[in-house]
């Protein structure tokens, strides 16, 4: 059985996305590219750990990742990513309101789970079968992982900006300790991968 992980982009001071999401600015009211602007630099400095990324046999997100839409489903938003997500695996979205599955081109379908984090890890595990699975956020679903002992492995992406407000990963976990594995320097951001001790 594979590992539980996730990937988070943060500011310096620890927020992964800004105040006031809506269809136009997924991440809120800031400059997204200076959080998540070191994926797409064509150095290579980064290439192990944007390929990580999506490296899992499954994914769970929470519904303000997978769009701005709230409340009952009153119209068809298919993510943010096109027709063609880059998750290439099962997705189960975390949501209170109950959606018929969306298969997408490459292989990722968005399955909704109304039943918890817990079970949304079942169905990702069972349909990961040996690779890992991936919370890819937001952070206050990652959060929610990190509260209830899901996760074993934490890769934070820090980046040189302050964002000021929006939502902070970490907010509203428990006192833990974490092991640091590992910690890699470039020009755009410093990766730190975090076990949370059991």
């Given at each position: 059985?594979?590992?539980v992980?996730?990937?988070?982009?943060?500011?310096?001071?620890?927020?992964?996305?800004g105040?006031?999401?809506?269809?136009?600015?997924?991440?809120?009211?800031?400059?997204?590219?200076?959080?998540?602007?070191?994926?797409?630099?064509?150095?290579?400095?980064?290439?192990?750990?944007?390929?990580a990324?999506?490296?899992?046999?499954?994914?769970?997100?929470?519904?303000?990742?997978?769009?701005?839409?709230?409340?009952?489903?009153?119209?068809?938003?298919?993510?943010?990513?096109?027709p063609?997500?880059?998750?290439?695996?099962?997705?189960?979205?975390?949501?209170?309101?109950?959606?018929?599955?969306?298969?997408?081109?490459?292989?990722?379908?968005?399955?909704?789970?109304?039943?918890?984090?817990?079970?949304?890890?079942?169905?990702?595990?069972?349909?990961?079968?040996?690779?890992?699975?991936?919370?890819?956020?937001?952070?206050?679903?990652?959060?929610?992982?990190?509260?209830?002992?899901?996760?074993?492995?934490?890769?934070?992406?820090?980046?040189?900006?302050?964002?000021g407000?929006?939502?902070?990963?970490f907010?509203?976990?428990?006192a833990q300790?974490?092991?640091?594995?590992?910690?890699?320097?470039?020009?755009?951001?410093?990766?730190?991968?975090?076990?949370?001790?059991?």
């Amino acid at each position: 059985m594979g590992i539980v992980f996730s990937d988070l982009s943060v500011s310096a001071d620890g927020f992964a996305t800004g105040l006031h999401q809506s269809e136009e600015s997924p991440f809120g009211d800031i400059d997204e590219t200076w959080l998540h602007g070191w994926m797409f630099d064509d150095s290579g400095d980064n290439r192990a750990e944007v390929e990580a990324i999506t490296a899992s046999g499954a994914t769970i997100m929470g519904r303000n990742m997978f769009g701005p839409v709230r409340g009952e489903w009153d119209r068809e938003w298919r993510g943010w990513w096109g027709p063609n997500p880059p998750y290439h695996n099962p997705v189960f979205v975390l949501t209170r309101f109950p959606r018929a599955p969306i298969e997408m081109e490459g292989g990722t379908t968005f399955h909704f789970v109304t039943d918890g984090a817990g079970r949304a890890l079942e169905l990702a595990r069972a349909a990961a079968g040996d690779r890992d699975v991936s919370v890819a956020g937001g952070p206050g679903t990652v959060n929610q992982f990190l509260t209830a002992g899901l996760l074993d492995e934490l890769r934070l992406h820090v980046t040189p900006c302050v964002l000021g407000a929006g939502v902070r990963v970490f907010d509203g976990v428990p006192a833990q300790r974490l092991d640091r594995v590992s910690v890699r320097a470039t020009p755009l951001v410093t990766h730190i991968v975090y076990r949370p001790r059991r």
